[in-house]
């Protein structure tokens, strides 16, 4: 099993909706997660960290972490185009030094 | 306040040359990362630096490859010989703690 793993999608959803990203993780990652969002030829922008079991919020965006079944994710409410982007999930790695395990990427297209 | 620069933002160069990439953390940050994502694959670690010094470089693909960080500011990435397998685009990041701030990469395309 890879360290972090996510579905590379694409995801589709419509304007509006709710889309929900999804990624698991194996015993080798610590307990502190990441989500970045990654346009196209741009640096990866986080928008997310969790640390703590449970929701976090922070305006459309609320990222989740279960650590009994050990995945993250990230609902995004009222998707908007402008919301297409590749999603990426991250976790520190257990062996400390801060070093992030990336997933490979959910892209999400968000259409009118 | 500036984020994470990098230099240049595209590169070709061919099979056997050197290139040499440059990250600007962003200002008091002392932890500065080095990343890589080659074609089809996840970003992968390279090496963290913590001031000038490096923390962990486990993974540095060989010995082509030299990282430094002279007074704890501004690192340099060098390739040298550059080989086909070294084209990827190549992330620097940096933090005070744990969440790290990405620059724009360097795309390296070598022909």
Same mark, same amino acid.
Request: proline fraction near 4%.
């Given at each position: 099993?890879?360290?972090?793993? $996510? ?23 610590? $307990? ?31 990222? $989740? ?48 | ?111």
């Amino acid at each position: 099993q890879k360290e972090v793993e $996510q579905n590379s999608g694409p995801l589709s959803v419509p304007e509006g909706a709710i889309a929900s990203l999804n990624c698991t993780y194996s015993d080798r990652v610590s $307990q502190s997660f990441f989500w970045y969002r990654q346009y196209s030829g741009k640096s990866p922008e986080l928008i997310m960290s969790i640390y703590s079991n449970g929701d976090k919020e922070d305006g459309r965006f609320t990222a $989740q972490l279960n650590k009994a079944s050990q995945y993250v994710s990230l609902l995004i409410r009222d998707s908007q185009p402008s919301d297409s982007a590749t999603y990426l999930c991250a976790a520190i790695n257990s062996g400390g030094y801060n070093k992030l395990i990336f997933g490979a990427g959910t892209r999400l297209a968000v259409h009118p | 306040e500036a984020g994470v620069t990098q230099f240049p933002s595209h590169s070709v160069i061919e099979k056997g040359q050197t290139v040499t990439l440059r990250c600007d953390p962003i200002s008091g940050h002392d932890n500065l990362y080095w990343y890589r994502r080659v074609m089809g694959k996840e970003i992968k670690f390279l090496l963290h630096f913590v001031k000038e010094s490096k923390q962990d470089e486990s993974g540095m693909p060989n010995n082509r490859f030299l990282a430094e960080r002279t007074g704890g500011t501004y690192s340099t990435l060098k390739v040298q010989p550059a080989e086909l397998e070294d084209s990827g685009v190549y992330f620097c990041a940096s933090s005070q703690v744990t969440e790290a701030f990405f620059g724009q990469g360097t795309r390296l395309t070598v022909v």
